[in-house]
T-cell receptor, first 114, second 111 residues
């Protein structure tokens, strides 16, 4: 079975400093992995996805994530946080079938302080 | 971008009443999904559909039913709403392999 664990429920950074949101996954095969972002009272937006191509994946708004199979991790990073990055972030792994079922982590709330 | 709408966007109802939420897509995607979002749980899959009249259960399907009579519409029904079904409900469509596009959500409160 597939599962995903976001290691921090809440991360606080200062504007202009790096962001690191941690995600570990469990999968019995090579999965697809995603990061979604949800701004307050909004829907979910895809930040980036890994689908077995390059292990370093670049997404929107300067975010990127690196797939590390040996560590079963898919951490999300950004060199310099902006106030508009304050949101909830979800790490997501695809299910084992071809039905497109996704398994969500519990979410990490990113706070950006001025 | 894929077009996906949900209605209603907000609803307050009483325990024991039936409730139906609608998800509508403007494209012809085969797979559609209903999730609920609760604090500390991320999103959890309720039901999904892989075609007209083809549906299957997700991890939290108890108390919910779905129907898909047309490709573009996927309905979620709470036969007899309970307070534990107070949540934000998201519909999604699969736009490419395993990638899903989400609707704006419906906030449901059951009193």
């Amino acid at each position: 079975a597939q599962s995903v664990t976001q290691l921090d429920s809440h991360v606080s950074v200062s504007e202009g400093t790096p962001v690191l949101l941690r995600c570990n996954y469990s999968s019995s095969y090579s999965p697809s992995l995603f990061w979604y972002v949800q701004h307050p009272n909004k829907g979910l937006q895809l930040l980036l996805k890994y689908t077995s191509a390059a292990t370093l994946v670049k997404g929107i708004n300067g975010f990127e994530a690196e797939f590390k199979k040996s560590e079963t991790s898919f951490h999300l990073t950004k060199p310099s946080a902006h106030m508009s990055d304050a949101a909830e972030y979800f790490c997501v792994v695809s299910g084992s079938s071809n039905t497109g079922k996704l398994i969500f982590g519990q979410g990490t709330t990113l706070q950006v302080k001025p | 971008d894929a077009g996906i709408t949900q209605s209603p966007r907000h609803k307050v109802t009483e325990t024991g009443t039936p409730v139906t939420l609608r998800c509508h897509q403007t494209e012809n995607h085969r797979y559609m999904y209903w999730y609920r979002q609760d604090p500390g749980h991320g999103l959890r899959l309720i039901h999904y559909s892989y075609g007209v009249k083809d549906t299957d259960k997700g991890e939290v399907s108890d108390g919910y039913s779905v129907s898909r009579s047309k490709t573009e519409d996927f309905l979620l029904t709470l036969e007899s709403a309970t307070s534990s079904q107070t949540s934000v409900y998201f519909c999604a469509i699969m736009v490419t392999r395993n990638e899903q596009f989400f609707g704006p959500g419906t906030r449901l409160t059951v009193l």
